[in-house]
């Protein structure tokens, strides 16, 4: 069968796209579980409701500036435990130190405003590692303002109910949900996505995979260095880069403050 997928590019868009496709992988985040009920509601019967319930995780960050002789050469990590992996202390490519994240699970899946108290935890954690007072603040009239402060934030992790990864395919819909994927996506991205491939191409595919041909041979786009990138970023001053006929919004905070900042690999020298 075809699904036919009606979206916007906003909540505020009117204007609908559709789109024809074969198969669906469900790669929506900390909205997985929702995406897979929705489907599961249109097509009773051949996609079950999903298993798990999302379970956010907020990761709260502080960001320091350093000089080139006083940031940590390598991670220093707590031991962790069966929860977590605890608070790192690392540095960037852009001479910035960076003290997080902490995991906090909470029920909104939106939520990403800064706790001043989880701030001051982290400044704590900050000040035992490098035994000098860290501040906590970016408000000068504060008791704990630190003026080497360059930013916070907070990211989401997508938790679920359930300890492992959420990889269920639904074989006669042509739909599978990759849910659950926390930090070690990353270093499982590439076993992931052969899996996901090799799982839909049974339910989708009728010859053996063997026989198959590439309808289209993608080829790589050399990623210009960082300084051109740093440049261009400034000069459009809308928060994105030009890439290979493309623009792309620089979303990730620790990319941002560090090309703000022009240090580091950012500076140019």
Not at 47 to 64: C, E, L
Not at 220 to 248: C, F, K, M, N, W
Request: glycine share 8%.
């Amino acid at each position: 069968g075809i699904w036919n997928l009606v979206t916007r590019r906003s909540e505020q868009d009117s204007d609908e796209v559709t789109f024809k496709t074969k198969s669906i992988i469900n790669a929506a985040g900390i909205n997985s579980d929702l995406m897979q009920k929705s489907a599961s509601s249109v097509v009773k019967d051949i996609i079950q409701p999903p298993t798990f319930a999302a379970r956010p995780r907020r990761g709260q960050y502080i960001i320091y500036s350093a000089p080139q002789n006083e940031f940590p050469s390598r991670p220093i990590q707590p031991v962790p435990t069966d929860r977590t992996k605890g608070i790192f202390v690392y540095s960037t490519l852009y001479n910035q130190i960076v003290v997080g994240p902490t995991a906090k699970d909470q029920l909104s899946r939106t939520d990403d405003e800064v706790e001043r108290s989880v701030a001051k935890e982290l400044a704590a954690h900050a000040t035992r590692v490098f035994d000098r007072p860290m501040g906590s603040s970016r408000v000068p009239s504060d008791a704990d303002f630190d003026s080497r402060i360059v930013g916070e934030y907070v990211g989401i992790r997508p938790g679920t109910s359930k300890r492992d990864y959420q990889i269920q395919l639904h074989c006669h819909a042509n739909f599978i949900t990759v849910g659950g994927i926390r930090s070690t996506g990353l270093t499982a991205s590439l076993g992931i996505c052969r899996h996901v491939v090799q799982s839909l191409l049974c339910s989708i595919v009728s010859r053996p995979e063997e026989e198959l041909t590439p309808v289209h041979q993608s080829t790589p786009t050399p990623l210009p260095d960082v300084e051109s990138l740093v440049e261009q970023y400034h000069h459009r001053g809308d928060g994105t880069i030009h890439v290979a006929g493309h623009d792309y919004r620089v979303t990730h905070p620790l990319t941002r403050m560090g090309w703000d900042a022009r240090t580091g690999l950012a500076s140019g020298k």
